[in-house]
């Protein structure tokens, strides 16, 4: 069965993107991060145009994270405060990585920026997860511990810069500077590559701000949610790049998808789970980095341009 994206500009197949939405939200629900950063690339590699793929998932982050959000909220597991430094600096971010955006499709540069993007962030990311679960593994197999946080009295220079502030729930007093200004480099890559970037945050927010876990899940999800919000508008109203029925269809596949992710993931080691999550994104970023090495099968396009009087 298929249908026409309007957006898109090509018909595509209901059952498979309702397949890709499902299998995206179960590895979502399995790993409790938002499915964009593995979604997108999907989308690419089916064929859709990289600037609607980036644009329109967007709409099924803001979905699938808003339950997680509200269900923190009612928990208790969500620092509002902290939350909001994030947003402010994600707000800012999403709007530079949505005009950086603009500008890259303009300039007839913009699959080449997503390509280069992807394979820089998920090699470092994934390098960096591989490398902590194999030493946390190896720890554990030679009988020792591995030590997650800091001694008490321990400081990280970062978090004692100026205007620092008291988050009591998150149990933390440290320099907002640092907060926002990570929080802006999410919101920007959030905004370029339609990502909701939890796979970031969560890893940032434990091992960097040494939030506690009780509260680190609800508080990504929170400004997850929030600054993508706003960059889908933005690209909705500046690039006129969302389409409407690919959203549904990938928000309908994905709230069953997570469903039995979520279930699956329960049983799931900390050093297990790490370790495919890298193996993931390392293989993503290879499937992109092969982008830019290997000859395309159709290495000219035609296009209409403007004639000048």
């Not at 080691?269 to 993503?284: C, H, Q, S, W």
Request: one cysteine or more; charged letters at 10%; glycine letters at 12%.
């Amino acid at each position: 069965m298929q249908i026409y994206l309007p957006i898109a500009e090509m018909p595509v197949s209901v059952l498979l993107i309702l397949g890709m939405g499902a299998a995206v939200g179960f590895i979502s629900g399995l790993f409790g991060i938002g499915g964009g950063f593995l979604m997108t690339p999907l989308l690419i590699f089916l064929g859709i145009p990289p600037a609607v793929a980036v644009a329109t998932q967007s709409a099924q982050i803001v979905a699938s994270s808003m339950t997680s959000v509200l269900g923190a909220l009612r928990r208790g597991a969500l620092d509002l405060k902290l939350g909001g430094f994030l947003v402010a600096g994600g707000f800012v971010g999403s709007a530079l990585g949505v005009w950086f955006f603009a500008a890259a499709r303009r300039a007839g540069q913009l699959d080449l920026v997503i390509v280069i993007s992807y394979v820089t962030l998920f090699t470092v990311v994934g390098s960096l997860m591989m490398k902590e679960s194999i030493r946390e593994f190896l720890t554990k197999r030679k009988g020792g511990s591995v030590r997650l946080r800091r001694r008490a009295g321990e400081h990280a220079p970062y978090l004692g810069l100026p205007a620092r502030v008291r988050f009591y729930r998150s149990k933390l007093y440290a320099s907002v500077i640092p907060i926002v200004g990570f929080a802006l480099f999410v919101g920007f890559a959030g905004a370029l590559l339609g990502i909701g970037g939890g796979f970031i945050v969560v890893p940032a927010l434990l091992y960097i701000f040494r939030v506690p876990t009780t509260v680190v899940v609800g508080t990504s999800q929170f400004q997850i949610v929030c600054t993508t919000l706003v960059a889908l508008i933005l690209h909705a109203v500046a690039n006129q790049a969302v389409d409407i029925v690919l959203a549904i269809l990938l928000i309908v596949g994905g709230v069953f998808g997570a469903q039995f992710g979520a279930r699956a993931g329960r049983n799931l080691r900390a050093e297990l789970f790490r370790f495919l999550l890298a193996i993931l994104l390392l293989a993503v970023g290879l499937r992109f980095a092969m982008e830019l090495v290997v000859t395309p099968a159709e290495p000219f396009s035609i296009t209409v341009g403007e004639t000048r009087t």
